[in-house]
């Protein structure tokens, strides 16, 4: 399962946040089904090179949103269906992932339409993929 899901030690972003948005992004593409199993802490932490508290706290970070859930003496797997989040926490986390977004667009100085293109390009791939279309 380690394909698709990659780690960069020299990003300044932690490596259990790392784990958790390209489980996300993998989860949101459809490369990742509903129900299918994760690999285990040890695995993927031996896969990745890094240390299983790290993988573990990426995991529970995705069972605590509801994109994976933990069935005992079973594994970890991809939630059967989205979580369901109530309008004012999804409108929450929206509104900080479009400003971490539109900062980055800011700082490399794109026009707030190209911006905004590549946020639509961007959904419509992931819907494409998800649905099983070609990308």
Same mark, same amino acid.
């Given at each position: 399962?380690?394909?698709?899901?990659?780690?960069?030690?020299?990003?300044?972003?932690?490596?259990? *946040?790392?784990?958790?948005?390209?489980?996300?992004?993998?989860? /949101?593409?459809?490369?990742?089904?509903? /129900?299918?199993?994760?690999?285990?802490?040890?695995?993927?932490?031996?896969?990745?090179?890094?240390?299983?508290?790290?993988?573990?706290?990426?995991?529970?970070?995705?069972?605590?949103?509801?994109?994976?859930?933990? *069935?005992?003496?079973?594994?970890?797997?991809?939630?059967?269906?989205?979580?369901?989040?109530?309008?004012?926490?999804?409108? *929450?986390?929206?509104?900080?992932?479009?400003? +971490?977004? /539109?900062?980055?667009?800011?700082?490399?100085?794109?026009?707030?339409?190209?911006?905004?293109?590549?946020?639509?390009?961007?959904?419509?791939?992931? +819907?494409? *993929?998800?649905?099983?279309?070609?990308?």
């Amino acid at each position: 399962m380690t394909r698709g899901l990659s780690i960069d030690p020299s990003d300044a972003i932690p490596l259990w *946040k790392q784990i958790e948005d390209n489980v996300r992004r993998l989860v /949101a593409s459809g490369a990742l089904k509903p /129900a299918s199993a994760m690999p285990s802490v040890r695995d993927l932490a031996r896969d990745l090179s890094i240390n299983p508290a790290t993988v573990a706290k990426g995991y529970q970070r995705l069972v605590e949103a509801g994109i994976l859930v933990v *069935k005992r003496g079973e594994g970890t797997f991809v939630a059967e269906k989205p979580p369901s989040v109530p309008r004012g926490e999804r409108e *929450k986390e929206l509104e900080g992932g479009a400003m +971490r977004y /539109a900062s980055l667009a800011v700082s490399i100085g794109a026009a707030p339409d190209e911006a905004v293109e590549q946020v639509k390009r961007s959904l419509g791939f992931l +819907r494409r *993929k998800r649905e099983g279309g070609s990308v």
